[in-house]
């Protein structure tokens, strides 16, 4: 079946420190794979996507590499601010248009 | 991307009466549309994919007269949960499906059960 894996939070940086969130999936198929925020009291936002192996999907500073011999999709940003102070979730979507994600990770930067 | 509202977003009820929460998408028409429920620390689960006009389709352990679902209109999804325990105390969270990679997601509705 499908299922997404993404490292347990909380996760707490300092302003301009590099960010790494980890995220592998399991997946029968080719699936796409996803990063969401969403800040305090809001909805799910896209923040990026990628479609197929070795895309790179970018957004705001963030990216993040498909990686099909690792199966990982991890989040990366190389300064980080506090205004990317919320939680991240990891998805891949197969077949259809059900999404399948991770537990999400709560990320808080401190000035 | 369309934005789409949850009303409300805090409930607080006695166990054994129903709540109904609403989903609208206010600038985009939604053929369909899905409802999620969230524990603390675990991921989104979808409950039941909500088609406007038809009868919603439910994923497997989700119990479909618990869980009602009305999508009477391209705007607005319904889920009232019928004769709520304590045990559905969780977060629901509903999206539109944008098309193929996208959905746009409400800000969740917070049920507390006592």
């Known amino acids: 079946g499908n299922s997404v894996t993404q490292m347990e939070g909380p996760v707490t940086l300092s302003e301009e420190a590099f960010l790494t969130i980890n995220c592998t999936y399991t997946?029968?198929?080719?699936?796409?794979l996803f990063w969401y925020v969403q800040y305090p009291g809001e909805g799910l936002q896209l923040l990026l996507k990628a479609t197929k192996a070795d895309d790179k999907g970018s957004n705001k500073g963030f990216e993040a590499t498909y990686r099909k011999e690792t199966t990982s999709f991890h989040l990366e940003k190389g300064s980080v601010q506090v205004s990317d102070s919320a939680v991240y979730f990891c998805a891949l979507r197969e077949t259809g248009n059900q999404f399948y994600f991770g537990t999400g990770t709560s990320l808080t930067v401190i000035p | 991307g369309a934005v789409v509202s949850q009303h409300p977003s805090r409930v607080i009820c006695k166990s054994g009466t129903s709540v109904k929460i609403e989903c609208r998408s206010l600038?985009?028409?939604?053929?369909?549309m899905f409802w999620y429920r969230q524990f603390p620390k675990q991921s989104l689960m979808l409950m039941a994919t909500?088609?406007?006009?038809?009868?919603?389709?439910?994923e497997q352990g989700v119990e479909k007269d618990k869980f009602l679902i009305n999508h009477a209109s391209l705007t607005l999804s319904t889920l009232t949960v019928t004769s709520a325990h304590p045990e559905d105390s969780s977060f629901y969270i509903c999206?539109?499906?944008?098309?193929?990679?996208?959905?746009?997601f409400g800000p969740g509705t917070r049920l507390t059960v006592l």
């Open positions: 909500s088609n406007e006009g038809s009868k919603a389709t439910y």
């Open positions: 997946a029968t198929g080719y699936p796409s």
């Open positions: 999206s539109v499906d944008g098309g193929t990679d996208t959905q746009y």
């Open positions: 600038d985009f028409q939604a053929t369909t």
